[in-house]
């Protein structure tokens, strides 16, 4: 668990993770701007999925969030089987 954008990065400098579910809405540096600083690590995530967890439930949120680099997005609250369809996406061969 990270409490901003920062401490993500900082955890992704010494931690490999399958996945990551990153805020859009973050002290310190918002989940766009965060999800471009992964981007330009070269600590071998490059392939990660990283999935923004937002309040917005617009029908182009899907489109804008993957415009930004998200792999994907989910709406917050966030429910059981919504995890679990994120996850057996991409996770789960």
């Known amino acids: 668990v990270a409490n901003s954008g920062k401490q993500c990065l900082q955890k992704l400098e010494s931690n490999q993770y399958d996945m990551i579910f990153l805020d859009h809405m973050m002290p310190e540096m918002d989940g766009v701007q965060t999800l471009q600083e992964i981007?330009?690590?070269?600590?071998?995530?490059?392939?990660?999925p990283v999935v923004a967890l937002t309040a917005n439930v617009s029908p182009r949120a899907r489109?804008?969030?993957?415009?930004?680099?998200?792999?994907?997005?989910l709406e917050k609250p966030l429910t059981a089987k919504a995890l679990d369809y994120?996850?057996?996406?991409?996770?789960v061969d």
């Open 86 to 91: 994120i996850i057996r996406r991409y996770l």
């Open 63 to 73: 489109d804008e969030y993957r415009s930004f680099g998200f792999t994907d997005y």
């Open 39 to 48: 981007q330009k690590m070269e600590k071998g995530n490059f392939n990660m």
